[in-house]
């Protein structure tokens, strides 16, 4: 539980940092800060961490020969970033958003740049897109989710994409950013009918407690400490931890384990189950090779 907290800690904190610099120029040096956030709980080996992979590898099959797809080879990663990077940071009068989003990601996903994380970061850079180029001001529709229920029509629609259909690749990405929308809307009112159970819930408790301040705020910080929570409601740490017990002893929140990274005293972290639940799972590619230590991820 620990590791799949970790990882949804990290993907949730890159999601929010390309968020937030939606405006901000896109470069290497800042996809690779987001690589190195979304591998602290992953397994790939430390010298292929916020770096571009140094060797060639391929998807499916046993070696390159019958593999499904291989990517550019490292000696060529470096240019085509920089290609897309300044496509990534354009507003092209010829494009809607929505097609400027799809693009960027299947170019992404085709390069391929990192041993792991591709998928994650390529959809990043959807919520940066889509944010940027002002179809989403505050959050972005969860297309994670949307193409977790079509993982067969998502790597249909890059292959079409690799082969030079790009209408068909931008069709099939579209319709599903129309599905998670409405998705986003069916959350809202799922996370609404949600804080409304929890306030029952904490309803013994008198009105100015730090519990109570902080159940509005759990929808965007599922994964939290104490040190989150006195961030988030300028108060004590002591007075976070009574605010975290509260909501664990009325089901509202569970403590779990995340292994530190660095010697010291872990952090004690909490879990929103109820939140987690309807989750943000990851797709499920076709099973590959990437060099000796690098592996897939979609």
Do not use: C
């Not at 979304?38 to 961490?49: E, K, R, S, W």
């Not at 989710?145 to 690799?162: C, H, K, S, T, V």
Request: proline content about 8%.
């Amino acid at each position: 539980m620990g590791g799949t907290a970790g990882w949804v800690a990290d993907n949730l904190a890159v999601i929010d940092w390309a968020l937030n610099t939606a405006h901000e120029p896109l470069t290497v040096e800042l996809l690779n800060a987001w690589h190195r956030q979304l591998m602290q709980h992953g397994t790939l080996p430390p010298d292929l961490v916020g770096v571009f992979r140094p060797s060639l590898g391929w998807v499916g099959g046993q070696t390159s020969r019958n593999a499904a797809y291989v990517p550019p080879p490292p000696s060529a990663i470096s240019d085509l970033m920089d290609d897309l990077i300044t496509f990534a940071d354009r507003e092209p009068q010829e494009l809607d958003p929505v097609s400027h989003a799809a693009i960027i990601h299947a170019q992404f996903e085709a390069i391929h740049p990192y041993g792991d994380g591709n998928g994650r970061l390529g959809r990043a850079l959807i919520s940066r897109t889509l944010r940027r180029l002002g179809v989403a001001n505050r959050s972005t529709a969860p297309m994670s989710m949307a193409i977790a229920r079509d993982p067969g029509g998502y790597l249909a629609g890059l292959r079409f994409f690799e082969l030079g259909s790009l209408d068909q690749w931008v069709r099939w990405f579209a319709e599903t950013a129309e599905k998670a929308a409405s998705t986003t809307m069916e959350t809202i009112e799922e996370t609404e009918a949600l804080l409304s159970r929890w306030a029952e819930a904490t309803a013994g408790l008198r009105a100015d407690h730090s519990a109570r301040a902080l159940l509005p705020r759990l929808p965007a910080h599922p994964l939290i400490s104490a040190a989150d929570v006195a961030e988030l409601l300028g108060v004590s740490e002591r007075t976070a931890h009574g605010a975290l017990t509260a909501l664990v002893d009325r089901g509202i929140l569970a403590p779990i384990n995340v292994a530190a990274r660095s010697p010291g005293r872990n952090r004690r972290w909490f879990i929103a189950p109820d939140l987690l639940d309807h989750g943000r799972p990851r797709v499920t590619a076709p099973k590959g090779r990437w060099g000796p230590r690098d592996r897939v991820d979609p």
